[in-house]
């Protein structure tokens, strides 16, 4: 198969990492190819692994923080839209928007999973992360997950079982699988049922998030105590290292004020961990993924 530029893939040397992340920090990737269809995201994968060069695929890269020093390999983002219904069954490439996706199946009235509407990710980043927002778990709803197993090079086909999803977690951690598409068992529900379970997550969300600043959503994983909550009890709602601080309107969140640096960001994680040790004795596990 011979992939054509600007139809299967379109390659960018030196691109700035902000425009690829949520938080719009990060230096530049030496290369950058977006893909458009899953025979490229495969070509492309197997064609970096044959040569050995570094590789990185990525969704909207709404839970990344780019180094500042870029990324010296190649940085694969994943644009791929392929949506297929089969009576309740829906299956959806990995690079489908979420929020997209839930629009398609109301079409269909097809709900379930309605509730994580606005949140930035595509199907494979909420695979991989086991996206979840109001008691719903984006991969509760998810029967198969077809994808590249990078060791042997072979397309494997996983049942949610196989898949290990536990609290932002899946065996897709560790790196060891590219995710090409997923089936996902919906239900069929009235659509007005559906869209009332979407305006009040989105009213939620919107009320109680900075959805207008960049950020990666939550910082830290919930242990056995809310990091928003001791944050904030602890005071710290706008504390600032350079263009990043804890926002005054969710303390779980970092928001970039438009001239943050990621070592910026990095700084404010510790200070925060470090507070928040001295005060509960507790380590705060960080949410995002940091891309170097
Ligand atoms: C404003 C805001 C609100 C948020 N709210 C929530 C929330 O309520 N609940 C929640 O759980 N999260 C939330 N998040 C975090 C984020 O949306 C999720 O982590 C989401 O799953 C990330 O998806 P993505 O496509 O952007 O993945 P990326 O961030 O691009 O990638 C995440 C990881 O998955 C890997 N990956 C991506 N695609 C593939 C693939 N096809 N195959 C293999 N690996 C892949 C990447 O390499 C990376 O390691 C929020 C983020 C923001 C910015």
Known sequence: MCLINGKDFCYTPNASLKNYCTFK??????????????DALIKVCYKCKLHNIKYKVIGMGANLLFDDFGFDGVIIVNKTKHV??????????????????????????????????????????????????FDTNFTDFICQVKCLEIATGKIKILTNEKCKFGYRDSIFKAGEFIILSVKLNLNFMQQEIIKRNMQQALKRKTT??????????????RTSIIPAKVIDELGLKGLRVGGASVSTKHAGFIVNDGNASAADIVKLIEIIKQKVKNAYNVILPVEIEIVK
């Open 25 to 38: 920090v990060g230096g530049t990737a030496k290369h950058l190819i977006e893909v458009y269809n899953t």
């Open 208 to 221: 109680s998030q900075p959805l207008n600043c960049p950020s990666a959503g939550s910082i830290f994983k």
């Open 84 to 133: 297929l219904f089969k009576k309740n069954c829906v299956y959806a490439s990995s690079g489908v928007n979420i929020s997209n996706l839930i629009v398609k199946c109301l079409n269909r009235s097809l709900g379930g999973f309605e509730k994580l509407i606005g949140i930035p990710a595509t199907v494979g980043g909420a695979t991989v992360n086991s996206l979840g927002a």
